[in-house]
Nanobody
Framework: QVQLVESGGGLVQAGDSLRLSCAAS????????LGWFRQAPGKERELVAA????????YYPGSMPGRFTIARDNAKNTVYLQVNALNPEDTATYYC???????????????WGQGTQVTVSS
């Protein structure tokens, strides 16, 4: 079983930057691909970014602006999401997820965190 705990969210002003973190535990190997999702009120959850277990490959959906950067530090079992130039449309709950399958970007995710809220005021 893998536990994922997100942190770093909060209330920020438009134009600010944030770095979200997701700490993974419960599994000794670092062979899980990781992803960040977000879900805004009244909207479906959407993929923001994904990264392979070794950090060599990253995926950003075409719908995502270039303000998002995913990275991971396997020594710390942590994945990060850097978000720059935040705007009110980025307001959402951001979730971390882990996938143990062989496809990249993953088709399904096996483990999910509880999420961290990001609220951007104008």
């Amino acid at each position: 079983q893998v536990q994922l705990v997100e942190s770093g969210g909060g209330l920020v002003q438009a134009g600010d930057s944030l770095r979200l973190s997701c700490a993974a535990s419960g599994r000794s190997d670092n062979t899980l691909d990781l992803g960040w999702f977000r879900q805004a009120p009244g909207k479906e959850r959407e993929l923001v970014a994904a990264i392979t277990w070794d950090g060599r490959h990253k995926y950003y959906p075409g719908s995502m602006p270039g303000r998002f950067t995913i990275a991971r530090d396997n020594a710390k079992n942590t994945v990060y999401l850097q978000v720059n130039a935040l705007n009110p449309e980025d307001t959402a709950t951001y979730y971390c997820a882990a996938a143990s399958g062989g496809y990249f970007p993953p088709r399904d995710y096996d483990y999910w965190g509880q999420g961290t809220q990001v609220t951007v005021s104008s």
